[in-house]
């Protein structure tokens, strides 16, 4: 009785079966992923957080040292910039209507329009970039080495929540810190715009002034503080995001870094313009 010393060959793999049975004459025509799908998932996970941090600010315990610690590093980074930057901002402006208002013959009204221009829209913007550009990109670095370093999934694995103990403090920082370098900026960028139009465009202090007194009113300061408000915690929200959400390790956290700012930045452009388009439906002009 011999022995079979060939070797044994495996049977080959079961083929896999078609995801979709066909019926006769149809072709298999291969599924192209949407390019929409996406982009859209990011926007839902992105106001998803958004949701959960506004639930998680009234939940106890609250990291007040955190926030601390965060308000005065944003506060530190951006204080200075923010200052540089509104000098010439209120500059410009007020050089640019003062030449537009002498050229219509309309120089009694130079005050009032640069010092609108500069509280409404250049202040919140200016607050807002500084701290996507400087406090939201920190954030979001700090946040992206914690996740990259697994030490966000050791606090879950503890029951510690890490929106509550990180992302919380933060945007709250944010906020705190656009709200009140907010005040700073108008007043630094008005007294600018001020000095400018009157020793280089040789302006009257006092027509300066009282067209300001004659145009502005109230609700021009409260918009300011809410478009502060509402900038800082999108800046916020969206450096948490990409910080809690970075890929390839290190170099997916730079990545994320720039796409924080740079999302941040065109988000902020956006809900400007909503929010004026609907500041002037609502409230009426001074006089009108």
Same mark, same amino acid.
């Given at each position: 009785?011999?022995?079979?010393?060939?070797?044994?060959?495996?049977?080959?793999? &079961?083929?896999?079966?078609?995801?979709?049975?066909?019926?006769?004459?149809?072709?298999?025509?291969?599924?192209?992923?949407? &390019?929409?799908?996406?982009?859209?998932?990011?926007?839902?996970?992105?106001?998803?957080?958004?949701? /959960?941090?506004?639930? $998680?600010?009234?939940?106890?315990?609250?990291?007040?040292?955190?926030?601390? /610690?965060?308000?005065?590093?944003? $506060?530190?980074?951006?204080?200075? &910039?923010?200052? +540089?930057?509104? @000098?010439?901002?209120?500059?410009?402006?007020?050089?640019?209507? !003062?030449?537009?208002?002498?050229?219509?013959?309309?120089?009694?009204?130079?005050?009032?329009?640069?010092?609108?221009?500069?509280? =409404?829209?250049?202040?919140?913007?200016?607050?807002?970039?500084?701290? *996507?550009?400087?406090?939201?990109?920190? @954030?979001?670095?700090?946040?992206?080495?914690?996740?990259?370093?697994?030490?966000?999934?050791?606090? /879950?694995?503890?029951?510690?929540? &890490?929106?509550?103990?990180?992302?919380?403090?933060?945007?709250?920082?944010?906020?705190?810190?656009?709200?009140?370098?907010?005040?700073?900026?108008?007043?630094? !960028? %008005? +007294?600018?715009?001020?000095?400018?139009?009157?020793?280089?465009?040789?302006?009257?202090?006092?027509?300066?002034?009282?067209?300001?007194?004659?145009?502005?009113?109230?609700?021009?300061?409260?918009?300011? /503080?809410?478009? *502060?408000?509402?900038?800082?915690?999108?800046?916020?929200?969206?450096?948490?995001?990409?910080?809690?959400?970075?890929?390839?390790?290190?170099? !997916?956290?730079?990545?994320?870094?720039? =796409?924080?700012?740079?999302?941040?930045?065109?988000?902020?452009?956006?809900?400007?313009?909503?929010? %004026?388009?609907?500041?002037?439906?609502?409230?009426?002009?001074?006089?009108?």
């Amino acid at each position: 009785m011999s022995i079979d010393s060939r070797p044994t060959v495996p049977p080959p793999p &079961p083929q896999a079966s078609p995801p979709v049975a066909l019926d006769k004459g149809e072709r298999a025509v291969p599924r192209t992923p949407n &390019p929409l799908l996406g982009p859209l998932r990011q926007t839902g996970k992105l106001f998803a957080l958004g949701l /959960e941090v506004t639930r $998680a600010v009234f939940r106890r315990p609250f990291q007040f040292r955190e926030f601390v /610690e965060q308000f005065w590093f944003i $506060a530190s980074v951006t204080i200075l &910039p923010a200052a +540089l930057v509104s @000098i010439p901002f209120g500059a410009v402006i007020a050089l640019q209507v !003062g030449s537009l208002t002498q050229q219509l013959g309309a120089q009694s009204f130079t005050g009032g329009a640069s010092v609108l221009a500069v509280i =409404q829209q250049a202040s919140p913007l200016i607050v807002a970039l500084l701290i *996507a550009g400087a406090g939201g990109s920190a @954030i979001c670095a700090d946040l992206g080495s914690r996740k990259i370093r697994e030490e966000l999934d050791a606090m /879950e694995v503890m029951g510690v929540s &890490p929106v509550q103990r990180l992302v919380v403090p933060r945007v709250l920082a944010t906020m705190s810190v656009a709200l009140l370098l907010n005040g700073m900026v108008s007043v630094v !960028g %008005t +007294l600018g715009g001020y000095f400018f139009n009157v020793v280089l465009q040789h302006g009257t202090p006092g027509a300066y002034l009282q067209s300001f007194s004659a145009l502005a009113q109230l609700p021009d300061l409260y918009i300011s /503080e809410l478009k *502060a408000l509402i900038f800082g915690f999108i800046a916020g929200i969206v450096a948490a995001y990409r910080g809690l959400n970075p890929r390839g390790g290190p170099k !997916g956290v730079g990545d994320a870094v720039n =796409q924080s700012v740079v999302i941040t930045f065109i988000l902020l452009f956006f809900v400007n313009m909503v929010m %004026t388009g609907i500041y002037l439906q609502i409230v009426p002009p001074k006089g009108g």
